[in-house]
Structures are given as C-alpha cells and as structure tokens.
C-alpha cells in the first residue's frame, strides 16, 4: 500500500486556484503531524504548510494567507487550498509526515502533483 498519493495539481493563470489533496496510509495519519511540501524548479524540496492531529496549522511566510491546509481524519486526507498563485509557486508537491517518512535508510516519498503556473 502506497503511504502517499497526490492529486489536484494542474497548470493555472497566475491569480489563479487549485486544491491539492492527498490519501495517507491510515496508519500513518491517525497520529502523524502532516505536512504538505514542494520542490520547485533547481531548488531543494521545502516544508511549506503543515497540520496536526487536532486541526493546528502552520505555514511559511511565502504562503501564509495565499495556501489553507486540512485533514479530514475521516478519509485520512490531508488538502492543500492554493489561491493566488504566483509563477513561483510552480513546483511539484508532495505529502508527508513531520518528520519524513523513512523506508529502511531512506527517504519514502509519493508521485507528488506537478502546479505550474504561467500566463
């Protein structure tokens, strides 16, 4: 069973919106602080907004009032509202626990969802 699976990226005017969303293995999200990442052109993959069990958000100041994450613990689902987007905002983004997930030594890290965009 796959831990991770993105979906709702897509390209998109700059202003405009998309909601990103993400099915977590249920043994995982009962309990993980989840957050959602990206990885844009060149650059490292960033922590750009997270949630914790009982709903408590957090965010980097290059999103803060522009992206809204959620869970909805029912469907173990984690969202990503994107409004106002900018052209930098284009990068692939991913789910994952806080910390990240490991398999064995490394890394264990979902397809992500490609957010592009451009006028």
């Known amino acids: 069973q796959a831990h991770f699976v993105e979906s709702g990226g897509g390209f998109v005017q700059p202003g405009g919106s998309l909601k990103l969303s993400c099915v977590v293995a249920?043994?995982?999200?009962?309990?993980?602080?989840m957050g959602w990442y990206r990885q844009r052109p060149g650059m490292q993959r960033e922590l750009v907004a997270d949630?914790?069990?009982?709903?408590?958000?957090d965010y980097v100041a290059d999103v803060k009032g522009r992206f809204t994450i959620s869970r909805d613990n029912a469907k173990n689902t984690v969202n990503l509202q994107l409004n106002n987007l900018k052209p930098d905002d284009t990068a692939v983004y991913f789910c994952n626990t806080i910390p990240v997930a490991r398999l064995g030594d490394s890394e264990y890290w979902g397809q992500g969802t490609q957010v592009t965009v451009s006028s």
């Open positions: 249920e043994d995982i999200f009962t309990i993980a602080l």
């Open positions: 949630v914790g069990p009982g709903g408590g958000t």
